[in-house]
């Protein structure tokens, strides 16, 4: 009988089949049910109309190969069937992604363009495991991966070119912070003033978002601007200086504690700071020098409170130091769990 | 798992090219990848190679755990270090929104940097935010309020152990849906009040605390709010007896848990309950819990009515599913009770789910069984659950025959008791006999489906 008469015949017991043409050309047919498991053919069928016979064969996509697809086969016509215990279905799940490497990136590709998901969650969860806990090197070899990065992009992985005025803000803030820490770590023996701040924790990062009593009389529009307030701090001058001298603590610090996470050494500001600054200038040149007369009496008040804080912080390296700092003196009795 | 790859006998580069598949995927796959890896580990892969520079950065999610590394002494973690990793990834994190930012660090964190994080986290619109502190040489961080003055993105935000709470104004938090406050300590009730007050549209609560020890009087007045959850864990040489005062209109899901000792426990009718689960409270000076729960429609009370008021008259009138604890003392009677309120009662469940083998001695007091068939009985009871039936019992059997015989509209009965070893043939037999008992005064037998199970 032709497949044409089979076609139209087509009795009950009968299984009915999709046409499927790889992309080297072959064409086979798939039981219908397991076929249609895969939603790309799914809708193939559905929307086109077609599959029914071997002149209309869907056309696989491109990141199908045959042996891929005779592996998807194998997992929808096992999956397909109702009726099997989760218990089963995550044995066979666990036999079927032993593979190579190569085949299993094979395998997801395949899968994602036929946008069977439950395959694709399975085989990429099997490659994070691969490459979790291993070290750059390891992974590269496993995957062969092209060693194509410079040694300075390894080691400044990034450049911040982060838009957000906020987050460079923050971002001086935070290499300030470092800067001036590392420098009382070395002035250790000078006397340190006992003048203590009472402002709080509260007050400084209420410059970061603009929320202190006297910024925030400013108009509303100008929100944006003032947390541009803090870049004038400190000279671009100082920052190189410093900066140099803590990426060489920063990558020591790495060696010791040997990890495998990269180490996002301070030197990138380097590369971010001058640009900012100029950058930073054009806008400030908006507000007007009565207000920025103002903002450059917050930023000397903001940084003399800065100072306080961390030179506090050090002295105290173990100490609850967050109770003082809130300005009443009481430690609290804790009464809570035990760690 | 996978077999190591035999070939790679100096390759030359344009081989490892060809070689590479892995990159061949489509960004949203490797991003699949990397959503499945510890942050660490996903952040590390920017070394890999050119094509996997700036992948982590879009990342949605992200976790930051100090305590992950297990290799080091407790002192060797470097908290400076791991705030420095943090503060970088987090600048330089470049997806249009970060959903989920989790942190897991030291009590001993300096706030500034606690700060800094969470500053950098708003300013990246961040939906869901989990700090948990975890103690370290009894220290705790204090949360910078100010941050919390303006944010119109967190949706979800929870807080856990060493974490200290000062709210000296009122927050702002225009989006916050849901808060989970676990362990945290508030620096007074303002802070409390000033917290609550500033989520417009906080929809759900968890609040797992030491009554005790931070604050004493803990008020929830949320006018949003719908579904709460109030878990008390009393610790010994806490100081004095704390109360609750809950104010929650729209209130559609309660849940109380360990009010032990309290002083008071004051809450505000809530007309849109739809189901309350009450358990294990005792010792409450001055509390108004069932009254306040008269809208529910469904009631779970572990808990027994010699602890807490219950009242009488209809007023249960929305109920349809009642489910009581049998291990509580008398909890009879507030079955009594209980039936003669709930005109409306559908499903009656009884439970004791673990079997206890040391109930009160049932021949104290005599189960004083409703005078006359309540209605709920007459006219609605359509299934009746128990689960943990101790058919040994004088006053569960009592129980039992009651329900049984008067339940006119009952439609499935069904009663679990404990498994028997079937060794035990005299005790075998005498449960089988008591169950035909239960069988025998059924109201109508034909209607009604009766199973008995054994756990």
């Known amino acids: 009988m032709s497949e044409f008469d089979l076609a139209v015949m087509k009795p009950e017991t009968m299984k009915s089949y999709i046409w499927l043409q790889t992309a080297d050309g072959s064409i086979q047919q798939v039981e219908q049910e397991v076929a249609m498991f895969c939603p790309m053919i799914c809708q193939e069928v559905i929307q086109k109309g077609v599959g029914s016979s071997k002149n209309h064969a869907i056309s696989l996509p491109q990141r199908v190969n045959p042996a891929m697809f005779s592996l998807i086969l194998d997992y929808c016509r096992f999956h397909q069937l109702p009726g099997r215990s989760n218990k089963e279905l995550k ?234 700092i809130n300005g009443n003196g009481t430690t609290r009795r804790r009464t809570g769990p035990s760690p | 798992m996978e077999q190591k790859l035999t070939d790679g006998l100096g390759s030359s580069n344009r081989d490892a090219v060809n070689e590479d598949r892995i990159s061949e995927l489509p960004d949203a796959l490797l991003l699949q990848i990397l959503s499945s890896l510890p942050t660490d580990n996903a952040i590390a892969t920017s070394v890999l190679s050119k094509r996997w520079r700036s992948l982590w950065t879009m990342l949605p999610k992200l976790k930051f755990d100090s305590d992950f590394n297990p290799v080091f002494d407790d002192d060797n973690i470097d908290p400076c270090m791991f705030s420095e990793n943090v503060y970088k990834s987090l600048s330089l994190h470049k997806a249009p929104v970060l959903e989920s930012l989790h942190l897991k660090f030291e009590g001993r964190t300096d706030c500034l940097d606690v700060g800094i994080w969470i500053a950098t986290a708003f300013a990246r619109g961040v939906r869901k935010l989990v700090l948990d502190s975890f103690y370290h040489e009894e220290q705790i961080v204090t949360l910078p309020s100010v941050l919390f003055s303006y944010n119109d993105t967190l949706e979800i935000l929870k807080l856990k152990n060493a974490i200290d709470l000062d709210f000296p104004s009122r927050v702002c938090l225009k989006s916050l849906r849901k808060l989970y406050l676990d362990q945290v300590h508030f620096k007074d009730e303002e802070s409390v009040c000033n917290l609550f007050c500033g989520c417009p549209s906080l929809e759900d609560l968890f609040v797992h605390r030491y009554g005790n020890v931070d604050v004493a009087t803990f008020t929830i007045a949320v006018p949003s709010l719908q579904r709460l959850t109030i878990e008390d864990l009393r610790s010994e040489g806490g100081y004095g007896n704390g109360s609750y005062v809950i104010n929650a209109p729209a209130l559609k899901y309660l849940n109380i848990d360990g009010f032990n000792d309290i002083e008071s426990c004051l809450i505000e009718k809530a007309l849109e309950l739809v189901e309350a689960k009450i358990s294990n409270v005792s010792d409450i000076t001055n509390e108004n819990i069932l009254e306040s729960l008269t809208s529910a429609k469904r009631l779970i009370l572990h808990l027994s009515p010699l602890e807490v008021k219950v009242p009488t008259g209809k007023i249960f009138h929305r109920l349809v599913c009642l489910e009581l604890r049998t291990y509580e003392r008398e909890w009879w009677n507030l079955l009594s009770i209980m039936l003669d309120s709930s005109p409306k009662l559908q499903i009656l469940k009884l439970t004791d789910v673990y079997l206890h083998n040391d109930k009160q001695n049932p021949d104290v007091r005599k189960w004083n069984p409703p005078k006359c068939a309540p209605e709920c009985l007459l006219f609605h009871l359509e299934t009746f659950v128990w689960i943990g039936y101790e058919w040994q019992r004088g006053d569960e059997k009592e129980v039992a025959t009651y329900i049984l015989e008067n339940a006119r509209q009952l439609k499935k009965a069904t009663i679990s008791t404990k498994r028997i070893e079937r060794e035990m043939l005299e005790k075998l037999e005498k449960r089988r006999e008591m169950l035909n008992e239960l069988a025998s005064v059924l109201w109508d037998p034909n209607s009604c489906h009766l199973v008995f199970e054994s756990t």
């Open chain 1, 91 to 324: 044995t066979y799940d666990e036999r079927f992604i032993r593979m190579d490497t190569k085949r299993l990136c094979e395998l997801t590709s395949a899968a994602d363009s036929l946008q069977l998901k439950p395959l694709v969650d399975l085989t990429s969860r099997a490659l994070a495991r691969i490459i979790e806990g291993k070290t750059p090197e390891e992974i590269r070899e496993i995957f062969h991966l092209p060693d194509d990065l410079t040694e300075e992009e390894k080691l400044e992985p990034l450049k911040n070119t982060m838009d957000d005025p906020r987050i460079r803000l923050l971002n001086r803030l935070y290499a300030k912070k470092r800067k001036e820490l590392k420098e009382r770590e070395r002035l250790k023996d000078v006397e340190v003033e006992e003048h203590v701040d009472e402002r709080s924790v509260d007050d400084l990062l209420s410059f970061i978002n603009g929320r202190d009593p006297k910024v925030v009389k400013m108009s509303k529009g100008k929100k944006k601007k003032k947390k541009k307030k803090d870049l004038k701090i400190v000279s671009s001058n100082d920052i190189h200086e410093k900066e140099s001298h803590d990426l060489h603590s920063k990558q020591q610090c790495v060696e010791e504690t040997g990890s495998s996470v990269p180490n996002l050494p301070s030197a990138e500001d380097d590369n971010s700071m001058p640009k900012a600054g100029s950058e930073d200038e054009d806008i400030d040149d908006e507000i007007d020098p009565a207000m920025r007369e103002m903002l450059d009496r917050e930023v000397e008040d903001f940084a003399q409170r800065l100072n306080s804080n961390w030179v506090r912080s050090l002295g105290q390296e173990r100490r609850p130091v967050h109770f003082s």
